[in-house]
C-alpha cells in the first residue's frame, strides 16, 4: 500500500517523551558546513534553473562560490578548529574527486559526512525511481572509497526530491533526512521498510538566505547566541537540538569569519552542550528515542479517531 502524503505524526513538543542527551546534556550542537562544487556549465532539466542567469556559463555566480573551495573553506575551518568542533559536512560528493585536499583535511579532522547530491547543480525532483536508487548507491559508494566513511544521511542536492525519497533513502541503508525543517527534535519519518528520522537542520540559522537578504555577520551572530539561549533553556527539561549551517564561499568571507569565533565562543562556554554531529544524533535517537516515539504518536492518532 502507497504511503499517506502525511510522513511525519504530529506530536505537539509539549506533550511528548522526554529526550535526554548523553551526560544530561541540554542542546545537541552540530555544525553543518555545506561543502559544496557547482558546474560551470549544467544541464537544465527543464523545471529548475541551476543559474539565476542565462545563458551559460554564468562566470560570475559559479566563481562567487568557487570562492568558498579556493579559500573560505580553510578560513572557516581555522574558526572551527580553534574550538575543536567536529562537524557533519552536507557534502556535494564531486568535492572529493575535484578538490582532494579538501577531502583529505575534512578526513583528517574525522568529521561526518551526509549527502549533498553530487553536484549543487543537479537535482532529484525529475529522477525516476531507478535513476533515484542509482543516486543512493553511487553517493554511498563515492564516500565510502574516498573518506572510509559510512554514508548516513542526506540533506538534498539544493534540497530537492522526489515523494519516493524517504522510501528510497531507508531501502539504501540511511537513517536520517535532514531537508525536514520542522521540529527542534528528532522525529520519526514513515517509509515502507526500515527506521528513518529526521534531524533538525536549520533554514533560520543558515548563513546563506541571510547573507543574500543583505543580513550581516552581527545579525547572524545575534540570532544564533539568542536561539541557544532559547533552546538551552527548554533543553533543561527534555534535550533539544541546534544546527548551524554554513557556507565557505559566505561565512569565509574574512569580514564574516569572525562572527562565527563569536558563535562558537558563546555557546562552548556553556556546560550542558552535547557537540556532536547529525549522524551521532540519529543514531543515538534510534537507539533510545525511536520506538516510544512512534508509539506515542500511534497513541495520539488513536485518541483523535
Given at each position: 500500500m502507497p504511503l499517506p502524503p502525511n510522513r511525519v505524526d504530529y506530536s505537539p513538543i509539549i506533550d511528548r517523551p522526554v529526550i535526554k542527551w548523553p551526560n544530561d546534556a541540554r542542546v545537541a550542537l552540530w555544525i553543518a558546513p555545506n561543502v559544496e562544487h557547482y558546474e560551470y556549465e549544467p544541464e537544465f532539466d527543464g523545471n529548475r534553473d541551476p543559474w539565476p542567469r542565462t545563458?551559460?556559463?554564468?562566470?560570475?555566480?559559479?566563481?562567487?562560490?568557487?570562492?568558498?573551495?579556493?579559500?573560505?573553506?580553510?578560513?572557516?575551518?581555522?574558526?572551527?578548529?580553534?574550538?575543536?568542533?567536529?562537524?557533519?559536512?552536507?557534502?556535494?560528493?564531486?568535492?572529493?574527486?575535484?578538490?582532494?585536499?579538501?577531502?583529505e583535511a575534512m578526513v583528517q579532522r574525522n568529521w561526518d559526512f551526509m549527502s549533498h547530491g553530487i553536484y549543487?547543480?543537479?537535482?532529484?525532483?525529475?529522477?525516476?525511481?531507478?535513476?533515484?536508487?542509482?543516486?543512493?548507491?553511487?553517493?554511498?559508494?563515492?564516500?565510502?572509497?574516498?573518506?572510509?566513511?559510512?554514508?548516513?544521511?542526506?540533506l538534498g542536492p539544493a534540497?530537492?526530491?522526489?515523494?519516493?525519497?524517504?522510501?528510497?533513502?531507508?531501502?539504501?541503508?540511511?537513517?536520517?533526512?535532514?531537508?525536514?525543517?520542522?521540529?527542534?527534535?528528532?522525529?520519526?519519518?514513515?517509509?515502507?521498510s526500515g527506521k528513518l528520522v529526521s534531524v533538525p537542520y536549520s533554514i533560520e540559522l543558515n548563513d546563506a538566505p541571510l547573507f543574500r537578504h543583505h543580513y550581516e555577520g552581527d545579525y547572524f551572530a545575534e540570532i544564533c547566541k539568542a536561539q541557544f539561549d532559547q533552546l538551552y533553556q527548554e533543553g533543561a527539561h527534555s534535550g533539544r537540538v541546534m544546527c548551524i549551517a554554513l557556507h565557505p564561499y559566505l561565512i569565509g568571507q574574512p569580514h564574516r569569519s569572525r562572527y562565527l569565533d563569536e558563535v562558537l565562543s558563546y555557546i562552548m562556554s556553556h556546560e550542558g552542550v552535547w557537540q556532536t554531529t547529525a549522524d551521532d544524533i540519529a543514531e543515538y535517537y534510534i537507539a533510545n528515542y525511536y520506538d516510544e516515539a512512534v508509539a506515542h504518536a500511534e497513541r495520539l492518532n488513536n485518541a483523535a479517531g
Open positions: 545563458p551559460y556559463p554564468d562566470v560570475q555566480q559559479f566563481s562567487y562560490r568557487d570562492y568558498g573551495n579556493r579559500v573560505g573553506f580553510w578560513r572557516m575551518a581555522d574558526v572551527l578548529d580553534k574550538h575543536n568542533i567536529r562537524c557533519c559536512v552536507s557534502l556535494n560528493m564531486a568535492v572529493l574527486e575535484h578538490f582532494p585536499e579538501i577531502g549543487n547543480t543537479r537535482y532529484l525532483n525529475n529522477y525516476t525511481e531507478e535513476q533515484e536508487r542509482e543516486f543512493y548507491r553511487d553517493t554511498i559508494d563515492t564516500l565510502k572509497r574516498h573518506t572510509g566513511k559510512q554514508l548516513k544521511g542526506m534540497i530537492s526530491g522526489t515523494e519516493r525519497t524517504p522510501d528510497l533513502m531507508a531501502e539504501a541503508g540511511l537513517i536520517y533526512h535532514t531537508d525536514w525543517m520542522h521540529d527542534d527534535q528528532p522525529v520519526p519519518i514513515r517509509v515502507n
